[in-house]
């Protein structure tokens, strides 16, 4: 009964959601002192980015983190005509069309309500350089953390359930052989195949698919790096289901209630955008999460480990949680 409630949970508040609210900034030389910026501004269609530092701004937009910078005119002569001006990268172009008829629609709302005053405004539309983003940067990282998540978690949860079921775990535990060189013997063992799986993965994507890797090898060493922080993880969570499991049975359920709602919850197939405000906040919480952002982070924009931070503080005390559980009901026998 648990997937179907999730299923109306999450996609209940996704049909329930209005378009994603876009990103734009404003050029310091706009004319903001005016009623239509004003309708803009208010539309709720838009969401205003400062920017103190014009060069980080320039450097979100070619990234695609920014919809658009927009500058309005001041009114050259006494009809008060003035132009729009939309700047998007070829990043986030897709959202120029909806964004020029929006601002479209906010003008002819304002003639409606000034009747027989002559339209004041003129839209028009530029693409500077920039990455062009294809939908294979983000569904492919996205798989990478689909892929990693169930296949270590089945391959880990089994393989420790089956070796105690055996009695060898409780024969290892019995040697003079230390508790975590066992563990340790064990899931790299396990983990180095699950690595293979993303080598696989993330180069398949680049040769035939066009993935973008901004610094080639480099990016790629580093997404190797973050996908066994990730799979360090996931093998605590392994080794408590298997610790608490009765039987085999049990465990792909258990290792679904884990991992089914971070798939719809993560950004795995689709943009957290569209949950509430409320919604965002908890999948922030999600350790799948911040793996795909930090993924996407590394191979499209360009940055490096270091950079993410915070992904990796969020999968820091994700791991220091779960292996303090596993220290406290891990079973040998």
């Known amino acids: 009964m648990l997937f179907p409630i999730v299923f109306i949970l999450i996609f209940g508040a996704f049909t329930n959601q209005t378009p994603a609210v876009k990103k734009v900034a404003i050029d310091p030389a706009s004319d903001t002192v005016g009623a239509f910026y004003d309708s803009l501004v208010k539309g709720g269609f838009m969401k205003v980015v400062s920017y103190t530092d014009t060069a980080i701004r320039n450097a979100d937009l070619r990234k695609g983190k920014l ?3 927009l500058f309005i005119s001041k009114a050259k002569d006494i009809s008060g005509n003035s132009t729009v001006l939309l700047k998007a990268s070829e990043a986030g172009a897709a959202a120029l069309p909806a964004l020029a008829k929006a601002i479209d629609y906010t003008g002819l709302r304002m003639q409606l309500s000034q009747a027989h005053i002559p339209k004041q405004y003129t839209i028009q539309t530029q693409i500077v350089a920039g990455k062009k983003y294809r ?19 089945f391959g ?6 089956n070796l105690r079921e055996q009695l060898v775990l409780k024969r290892f535990y019995a040697s003079p052989v230390k508790k975590l060189n066992i563990l340790v013997g064990i899931g790299v063992s396990r983990l180095f195949f699950q690595l293979i799986n993303v080598v696989v993965l993330i180069l398949f994507g680049h040769f035939f698919l066009n993935f973008t890797l901004v610094h080639g090898a480099l990016t790629f060493l580093e997404m190797l790096l973050l996908s ?3 799979l360090f993880l996931l093998m605590g969570v392994g080794l408590v289901i298997s610790s608490i499991a009765k039987n085999d049975t049990v465990i792909p ?3 679904n209630v884990f991992g089914f709602p971070q798939i719809l919850l993560s950004g795995t197939f689709f943009s957290i955008d ?10 922030e919480l999600l350790p799948l999460k911040q793996f795909n952002d930090a993924m996407r982070k590394l191979s499209f924009e360009g940055l490096h480990l270091y950079d993410c931070w915070k992904e990796l503080g ?3 005390i994700w791991i220091l949680i779960v292996y303090f559980v596993v220290s406290k009901i891990m079973r040998w026998e």
């Open 253 to 255: 359920l258990m290792i």
């Open 228 to 230: 066994v922080v990730m």
């Open 135 to 153: 939908s294979i940067d983000f569904v492919l990282p996205g798989q990478l953390g689909f892929s990693v998540l169930f296949s270590t978690l």
């Open 314 to 316: 969020y999968l820091g």
């Open 156 to 161: 880990i949860a089994f393989i420790f359930f």
């Open 67 to 69: 919809d658009a910078v």
């Open 274 to 283: 569209v949950f509430p405000k409320w919604m965002q906040h908890l999948c």
